[in-house]
């Protein structure tokens, strides 16, 4: 079975650019998430999807994050325009869906912002 | 809301001795409990969780847990570490029912394993 995909793995960009992030989940997994994770800090959820709707994109920067998974199953993180504080590592995960509380998660994705 | 609080940011310890990383949560509500690795340049990995039943769960790589509910604790052991071992660890805790948390998990700021020769 294959696990969950993301793409680029690193990513070096100057502030006020902008950068997306790709994730393909696990085949049949409803339910997909965004975390950002901090050096020296634990995974911080950035937004829930199940199927293509939003559950919980609360902790969501909106005036420069932005999020879709138009049809279901792959996804798209943006950023627009990134701040030297967006400088982590974006992670994503996916779920078979409610009341399933495993997530396998992606290798994430490395951002430097300069 | 939750909140975790793993009380060791590293632990560095000798191969074949035991480990013990201590996790600590606060939560107005019942909740699931997780402990994953992370190997450098990885993603996170599902050691083992306690969804309900025994307070004891044991997971991969011989790593066990056990939830005390009256400390509001999940600390993670293993009689015996190698030097494979050696990681970052996060314990998480999930609401169990109710809301848009449902399934959400919040992380610990995680604790550096670090197995020497």
């Known amino acids: 079975e294959a696990g969950v995909a993301q793409s680029p793995r690193y990513k070096i960009i100057e502030k006020r650019q902008s950068v997306a992030f790709w994730c393909n989940p696990i085949s049949g997994h409803a339910t997909l998430y965004w975390y950002q994770q901090i050096l020296g800090q634990g995974p911080k959820l950035l937004i829930q999807f199940q199927n293509n709707g939003v559950v919980d994109d609360s902790q969501l920067p909106k005036d420069r994050f932005s999020a879709e998974r138009l049809k279901g199953v792959d996804s798209t993180l943006k950023i627009q325009p990134a701040k030297l504080e967006d400088s982590a590592v974006y992670l994503c995960?996916?779920?078979?869906?409610?009341?399933?509380?495993?997530?396998?998660f992606g290798p994430g994705t490395r951002l430097t912002v300069t | 809301a939750q909140s975790v609080t793993q009380l060791d940011s590293q632990v560095p310890v000798f191969e074949e001795a035991p480990v013990e990383l201590r996790c600590n949560y606060s939560?107005?509500?019942?909740?699931?409990l997780f402990w994953y690795v992370q190997y450098p340049n990885q993603g996170l990995q599902l050691l083992l969780k306690?969804?309900?039943?025994?307070?004891l769960v044991k997971g991969i790589n011989g790593f066990e847990a056990e939830f005390n509910k009256s400390q509001t604790s999940f600390h993670l052991r293993k009689p015996s570490v190698h030097i494979s071992d050696t990681a970052e660890y996060f314990c998480?805790?999930?609401?169990?029912?109710?809301?848009?948390?449902?399934?959400?998990?919040?992380f610990g700021q995680g604790t550096i394993l670090t197995v020497h020769p």
């Open positions: 306690y969804l309900s039943g025994s307070t």
């Open positions: 998480a805790v999930a609401q169990t029912a109710g809301g848009t948390s449902y399934g959400k998990l919040t």
């Open positions: 939560s107005s509500v019942s909740v699931y």
């Open positions: 995960a996916s779920s078979l869906g409610w009341g399933s509380y495993e997530q396998y």
